[in-house]
């Protein structure tokens, strides 16, 4: 079921990496927000989710060479690939379909450009959205869809 290396730094999770995954800050409000909107617009309930802060989710920054002490990307893996930055948030939307795939349209920007953008956005983000004290309870929705 579970397609993640075995090492005693990656937890044993009932991950099934042909479900699309996203995992985000818990604590940041804009990323959390993410997450309720893809909630609402994953009809088919393919997306999968987990916390940076979780086992799963520092083990997968790590494998990802993404820092695991802060969090400025979110991170999707869609049928196998892994995604950071901008990019992960138009693969997210590609893979929903029509018509949230039009953000393919922001693979127009050079990728230095996105980069740039994400990171104004992300290194910004507690001070324009907020941040919680810890992660909050999820829903009932997304407590059978957040695994680690």
Same mark, same amino acid.
């Given at each position: 079921? +579970?397609?993640? !290396?075995?090492?005693?730094?990656? &937890?044993?999770?009932?991950? %099934?990496?042909?479900? &699309? ?7 940041? #409000?804009?990323?959390?927000?993410? #997450? ?30 993404? !820092? +695991?002490?802060?969090?400025?990307? %979110? ?8 995604? +950071? ?9 590609? /893979?929903?379909?029509? &018509? ?9 920007? !050079? ?12 290194? %910004?983000?507690? /001070? ?21």
């Amino acid at each position: 079921m +579970t397609d993640l !290396p075995e090492s005693p730094d990656f &937890p044993r999770q009932a991950y %099934n990496a042909r479900q &699309p995954l996203i995992v985000f800050d818990g604590v940041c #409000v804009f990323c959390s927000g993410f #997450v309720q909107l893809i909630l609402r617009l994953d009809r088919e309930k393919r997306f999968r989710f987990a916390t940076a802060q979780s086992p799963l989710g520092q083990a997968l920054f790590r494998l990802h060479s993404l !820092p +695991t002490d802060d969090y400025d990307s %979110n991170l999707a893996i869609i049928d196998g690939a892994a995604f +950071t930055k901008l990019d992960s948030f138009v693969a997210v939307m590609a /893979a929903l379909g029509w &018509p949230w795939r039009a953000a393919k349209a922001l693979l127009i920007l !050079p990728r230095p450009l996105r980069d740039w953008l994400y990171d104004r956005v992300a290194k %910004n983000r507690y /001070a324009l959205f907020g941040r919680k004290d810890s992660c909050e309870i999820p829903s009932a929705e997304l407590r059978e869809r957040l695994i680690g």
